[in-house]
C-alpha cells in the first residue's frame, strides 16, 4: 500500500474494522441524490472529521473551482474543492464516510490514497453510492441497484455481479482498487426522474441509506429526510401539473412501467451530462438486470466520437 502523501489527518480515532461508505458530487450523482445521503449519515451519526485529501494534485480547478467566502463579513478566505473523510459509530459497525467532488486527475493515486485509510483502520468493507437519470416516475419507490464483485458479498447481501467492460468513473476505479486490495466492496445506484433531474432527491438519498444500513445492520435515518421527502413531491407534482405534455409522459411511465419512452427525452438527459437509462419497475430482476445493461451501454457510448 502506498505511502498517504495526500492525506491530511484531522483526528485519528480507534475504530474497529470500519465499513467506508462514499460518495462523489458530479457524473455520479443525479439530483443530488448520493451525495445528500451521505451528508445525512454524517448528520445523523454526528460524524467527526477524519481527515482530508488535498485537492491540489487531483482537480481541475478551471472545472470545479474553488470559492471566495467572507470570514466575519470582512476576511476573505477560499473554500477549496476538498473530498473529506468522517468518522463514526453505529450500532452496526464503526464506520469512514467519504464525500467531495469526482477528482478530475490522477485517479489511481486518488484511490491508493482512500485505500490506505482503509488499510490504516483495517477497513471492513467499501459501499459507494451513486444515482442515474431513469425513465421512472417520481410518484413510485425508488428503484435500486446493487452489484459486487465478491462472491460472498453477492450472496450475503443480494447483489448483483456486473459483466462490465468500458469507460468507467471514480467509483469504478475506486471499487477496482478495493478489489485489487482484496477490500470487499459493493455499489448501490437510486434510479431518480429524468424528468426531475434537476430537483434534489432526498427520496433517492433515503433509498441509499436504507439499503446501506441494512447491508453494514444499523438503522437508516431516514426520518431526517421525511419532510425533504414530502416537499420534493409536492414541488415535482407541481412541475407535472403545470405541463400537460409532462404531466401526460409521466401518466404513461406510471400506468405502463415499461420505460420505453427514451426518444422524448433524450436530449435532456444528454444536456444533464449524467447517466440515464430506461427502466422496467413491474419486474424487479429483469429491472435489476436492465438497469446493469443499460449503464453499461451508457459509458461505452462515451467512447464513441
Request: glycine residues 6%.
Amino acid at each position: 500500500m502506498t505511502e498517504i502523501d495526500h492525506v491530511r489527518w484531522l483526528s485519528k480515532p480507534t475504530m474497529h474494522s470500519p465499513v467506508i461508505i462514499s460518495a462523489f458530487t458530479g457524473w455520479n450523482d443525479a439530483a443530488d441524490a448520493a451525495s445528500t445521503a451521505v451528508r445525512t449519515l454524517i448528520e445523523a451519526w454526528n460524524a467527526i472529521p477524519l481527515a482530508e485529501i488535498d485537492p491540489e494534485g487531483f482537480t481541475d480547478f478551471a472545472s470545479i473551482r474553488p470559492i471566495v467566502r467572507l470570514k466575519d463579513g470582512v476576511t476573505r478566505t477560499i473554500v477549496w474543492p476538498t473530498v473529506t473523510m468522517w468518522h463514526a459509530s453505529t450500532p452496526g459497525s464503526d464506520v469512514i464516510l467519504v464525500l467531495g467532488p469526482e477528482p478530475s486527475l490522477r485517479w489511481r493515486l486518488f484511490s491508493e490514497q482512500i485505500l490506505s485509510v482503509a488499510s490504516h483502520f483495517n477497513a471492513s468493507m467499501m459501499i459507494s453510492l451513486g444515482a442515474l437519470l431513469a425513465d421512472v416516475p417520481h410518484n413510485k419507490p425508488i428503484q435500486l441497484i446493487g452489484t459486487a464483485s465478491d462472491s460472498t458479498m453477492i450472496e450475503r447481501f443480494d447483489l448483483q455481479r456486473s459483466q462490465y467492460e468500458g469507460p468507467t468513473g471514480i467509483l469504478g476505479v475506486l471499487l477496482d482498487a478495493c478489489n485489487d486490495a482484496s477490500l470487499p466492496s459493493a455499489s448501490l445506484w437510486a434510479a431518480v426522474p429524468a424528468y426531475a433531474s434537476q430537483v434534489p432527491s432526498p427520496k433517492a438519498a433515503a433509498a441509499l441509506i436504507t439499503r446501506a444500513g441494512e447491508i453494514i445492520g444499523t438503522p437508516a435515518p431516514v426520518g431526517l429526510l421525511q419532510d425533504a421527502i414530502e416537499t420534493y413531491e409536492r414541488r415535482v407534482n407541481q412541475i407535472v401539473d403545470e405541463d400537460e405534455d409532462l404531466a401526460a409522459y409521466v401518466q404513461r411511465l406510471d400506468s405502463s412501467g415499461e420505460g420505453d419512452y427514451e426518444e422524448e427525452d433524450e436530449d435532456e438527459d444528454e444536456d444533464d451530462g449524467q447517466m440515464s437509462f430506461d427502466f422496467d419497475e413491474d419486474n424487479a430482476e429483469v429491472s435489476a438486470t436492465s438497469l446493469v445493461d443499460e449503464v453499461e451501454q451508457f459509458l461505452r457510448d462515451q467512447e464513441k466520437p
